[in-house]
Nanobody
Framework: QVQLVESGGGLVQAGGSLRLSCAASGNLFTIYIMGWYRQAPGKQRELVAEVTSSGITKYADSVKGRFTISRDNAKNTVDLQMNSLKPEDTAVYYC?????????WGQGTQVTVSS
């Protein structure tokens, strides 16, 4: 079973930036599409960015042009650079493989954007 550990969250003012990082254990990481998800209070978890093993990326409309996802297959990591943050980006952010059978979710990392 792959273990996922997210880090890099924090409190930032609107317009600021944060870089999130996710480290995955095991040797299955490289074959999957990896995604960053977020869950705001009272809302369902949503996929905000994804990256294929070859580096092709896709974004939700709400973050397009502001967030950048990247991965390092040699290090089993996937990062999310978040710029021009908005209060509505406030959520707990998680990484996982994309699909109907995600790995066990990590604890996530809290991102809070103040107005």
């Amino acid at each position: 079973q792959v273990q996922l550990v997210e880090s890099g969250g924090g409190l930032v003012q609107a317009g600021g930036s944060l870089r999130l990082s996710c480290a995955a254990s095991g040797n299955l990481f490289t074959i999957y599409i990896m995604g960053w998800y977020r869950q705001a209070p009272g809302k369902q978890r949503e996929l905000v960015a994804e990256v294929t093993s070859s580096g092709i990326t896709k974004y939700a409309d709400s973050v397009k042009g502001r967030f950048t996802i990247s991965r390092d297959n040699a290090k089993n990591t996937v990062d999310l650079q978040m710029n021009s943050l908005k209060p509505e980006d406030t959520a707990v952010y998680y990484c996982n493989r994309k699909g109907i059978s995600p790995w066990i979710w990590g604890q996530g990392t809290q991102v809070t954007v103040s107005s």
